[in-house]
């Protein structure tokens, strides 16, 4: 998985902000230190979520509100076919066939992805409906052994106090 962006802060003054980039395990992806504006570039051999944290440091006491624009892109947005296409030396309909290519692959994995969590959903709702089921057959269990429990209680006590035979 490929992940580029840009990012620029406002203008801080007496501020310092560092940049971090860790995954959903806490190792660090990136991490810059003393920014205002840039370029990051995270590669990952298998999907993952990333957190990005810009830190402001001041010396004062009180600090302003410092704004960040960030534009990010990923998977297929995220690669340069400019660069591709000058390595490569690629003609334009080369490089739009692997444009082409690269887009197809990402809807593939995409729609993997979303069969896999189909799966998973549909395992989870058969799982749950099984529970429920023997929770209902267990309430009603219950609730007979409750119901001929009150009645037997109910006919000794009425006729200990002798109002029926």
């Known amino acids: 998985m490929i992940c580029t962006g840009e990012y620029e802060l406002s203008d801080g003054l007496g501020q310092r902000t560092d940049l971090q980039i860790t995954d959903s395990k806490g190792h660090s992806a990136l991490l810059r230190e003393n920014i205002d504006k840039g370029k990051i570039a995270v590669t990952s051999?298998?999907?993952?979520?990333?957190?990005?944290?810009?830190?402001?440091?001041?010396?004062?006491?009180?600090?302003?509100?410092?704004?960040?624009?960030i534009d990010l892109k990923?998977?297929?947005?995220?690669?340069?076919?400019?660069?591709?296409?000058?390595?490569?030396?690629?003609?334009p309909m080369e490089l739009e066939l692997t444009k082409l290519e690269d887009l197809s692959s990402s809807i593939v994995q995409d729609f993997e992805h979303m069969r896999r969590r189909e799966e998973e959903m549909r395992?989870?709702?058969?799982?749950?409906?099984n529970r429920v089921f023997y929770l209902g057959l267990f309430s009603i269990g219950c609730l007979l052994g409750l119901a001929t429990w009150q009645i037997l209680y109910l006919r000794q006590f009425f006729k200990t106090k002798k109002l029926i035979d």
């Open 45 to 69: 051999d298998e999907d993952d979520i990333y957190d990005i944290c810009f830190t402001s440091y001041s010396q004062g006491h009180q600090m302003p509100p410092r704004e960040v624009f």
């Open 74 to 91: 990923h998977g297929v947005e995220a690669k340069n076919y400019d660069e591709i296409a000058h390595v490569g030396k690629l003609k």
């Open 123 to 129: 395992d989870t709702n058969e799982s749950t409906n």
